[in-house]
T-cell receptor, first 114, second 112 residues
C-alpha cells in the first residue's frame, strides 16, 4: 500500500529565500506524482504533475523533481514571496489504478515572513 | 465561468440525520471524486465515478453513498451510519486524456 510522507509539517522562511519541500513515498511503482497548493479553508490547486517517465517539471518559480528509485519528490520554490504562504500537498497515484486513486501526504504548511 | 461548485460551504447536522453535499461541474469532465480531509491527515478518497451511472468505492466508503445520474453532478450523502462525519469534504473532477484533478472549494460539515 502506498504511503506518502511530508516532512516538516510546518516551515517558516524569510521572504526572498529559495526553499525546498520534501515528499517521500513507499512504493516506487508510481504512475505520477502531483503537487498541490491549498489555502486555508479552500480547495486544492494543482501546481505541477510529474509523470513516472519524467524527472522534473517547471512552472515559473516552481520546480518539482521525481526520483522513483529513492522514493522522493521535491518542490523547489525560488525567490519566495508572502503570497506563497499556503499548505503544499503531494499526491502519488498507483500504476494499477492510473489516475483513479491518489494517495496524499499530510502537507507542509509554509509561511513566508515579510 | 467554468469550474466546480460545492454547496453549501458550511453545513451543520444533528446526530442521526442524513445530509447530502452537492458537487456540480461545468467543465464537461468525465470522472468525479469525493475526498474527506481531517486535521493532520491527508485527503482520503471516499467514492469516485468514471462515467454516468457508474461509481466505485474508495478507501473510506462506509457510511457514505453517491449517485451519478448526470455527467455534471455527483452528490454525496453522509448517512447516520458514518460514525465521525465532521470533516472538510472536497469534490474533484478530471477529463480523459489528462492526469490532473481539479478541485472544488469544499464543504465543511459539522455534526452537533
Amino acid at each position: 500500500k502506498q504511503e506518502v510522507t511530508q516532512i516538516p509539517a510546518a516551515l517558516s522562511v524569510p521572504e526572498g529565500e529559495n526553499l525546498v519541500l520534501n515528499c517521500s513515498f513507499t512504493d516506487s511503482a508510481i504512475y505520477n506524482l502531483q503537487w498541490f497548493r491549498q489555502d486555508p479553508g479552500k480547495g486544492l490547486t494543482s501546481l505541477l504533475l510529474i509523470q513516472s517517465s519524467q524527472r522534473e517539471q517547471t512552472s515559473g518559480r516552481l520546480n518539482a523533481s521525481l526520483d522513483k528509485s529513492s522514493g522522493r519528490s521535491t518542490l523547489y520554490i525560488a525567490a519566495s514571496q508572502p503570497g506563497d504562504s499556503a499548505t503544499y500537498l503531494c499526491a502519488g497515484s498507483a500504476v494499477n489504478f492510473g489516475n483513479e486513486k491518489l494517495t496524499f501526504g499530510t502537507g507542509t504548511r509554509l509561511t513566508i515572513i515579510p | 465561468d467554468g469550474g466546480i461548485t460545492q454547496s453549501p460551504k458550511y453545513l451543520f447536522r444533528k446526530e442521526g440525520q442524513n445530509v447530502t453535499l452537492s458537487c456540480e461541474q461545468n467543465l464537461n469532465h468525465d470522472a468525479m471524486y469525493w475526498y474527506r480531509q481531517d486535521p493532520g491527515q491527508g485527503l482520503r478518497l471516499i467514492y469516485y465515478s468514471q462515467i454516468v451511472n457508474d461509481f466505485q468505492k474508495g478507501d473510506i466508503a462506509e457510511g457514505y453513498s453517491v449517485s451519478r445520474e448526470k455527467k455534471e453532478s455527483f452528490p454525496l450523502t453522509v448517512t447516520s451510519a458514518q460514525k465521525n462525519p465532521t470533516a472538510f469534504y472536497l469534490c474533484a473532477s478530471r477529463t480523459w486524456g489528462t492526469d490532473t484533478q481539479y478541485f472544488g472549494p469544499g464543504t465543511r460539515l459539522t455534526v452537533l
